[in-house]
């Protein structure tokens, strides 16, 4: 349901655990901080501590509370201009869904200054609310049709997995690296949108 707020390059994070039967979505950003160094897990601690100091509760829930969620690459520097991803990345969401077995819980955390119209604020966040609690949303189900089309995808391997490897081990030759994982990317073409919200039911 939070997809109705989806945005280009808007922070968000999703993680579930089928064994425990939880899940926890957020998205959009109250507070962030993306940042690289050494001391880049130091930084995302003062950062979440600074948050949770100025944070007010307006439940008492022992067992769901706002969270602050991060994103670390593998190394402190950027190894390369064309990256993806920043060295460290950590946000305070303004949306965050909390799944249990037996229950669930909407945060909304919201950014107030001094001179914040609290009304306007309070409106915003309302008809938010209204978006997602009447928001539609189905398991995605393929007509055969299309599933003949998806048999068919071109999957192109454009990446020279030797190359990886032997840099691989030169970086542990040189002890740059103790140890690492490699993973073999591959691009997938379709004539069909990918749409991310229903391949988390792929």
């Known amino acids: 349901m939070l997809h109705e707020f989806a945005a280009p390059d808007q922070l968000h994070f999703y993680i579930e655990n089928p064994a425990e039967d939880e899940a926890i979505a957020a998205i959009g950003s109250v507070s962030s901080l993306k940042t690289s160094g050494k001391a880049r897990f130091l930084q995302a601690q003062k950062f979440t501590r600074s948050c949770f100091s ?3 509760l307006a439940n008492s829930s022992t067992h769901f509370f706002p969270r602050c969620f991060c994103s670390f690459s593998f190394f402190d520097q950027e190894s390369t201009s064309e990256s993806a991803f ?4 950590i946000f305070l ?8 077995a037996d229950q669930s819980a909407l945060f909304a955390n919201l950014a107030v200054h001094a001179d ?5 604020l309070i409106e915003q966040t309302c008809r938010e609310f209204q978006n997602i609690r009447l928001a ?7 007509s055969s049709n299309i599933r003949y089309k998806l048999n068919h995808w071109d999957v192109s391997d454009t990446n020279n997995f030797k190359v990886a490897v032997a840099s691989a081990l030169k970086s542990i030759q040189i002890n740059r690296l103790n140890k690492l994982v490699l993973a073999h990317a591959v691009d997938v073409v379709s004539k069909l949108p990918f749409q991310w919200i229903d391949s988390l039911h792929r």
């Open 54 to 56: 100025r944070l007010v």
């Open 86 to 89: 920043s060295e460290a990345t």
């Open 93 to 100: 969401p303004r949306w965050q869904i909390f799944s249990t």
């Open 116 to 120: 914040s119209n609290l009304e306007l």
């Open 136 to 142: 539609k949303y189905g398991i995605f189900n393929l």
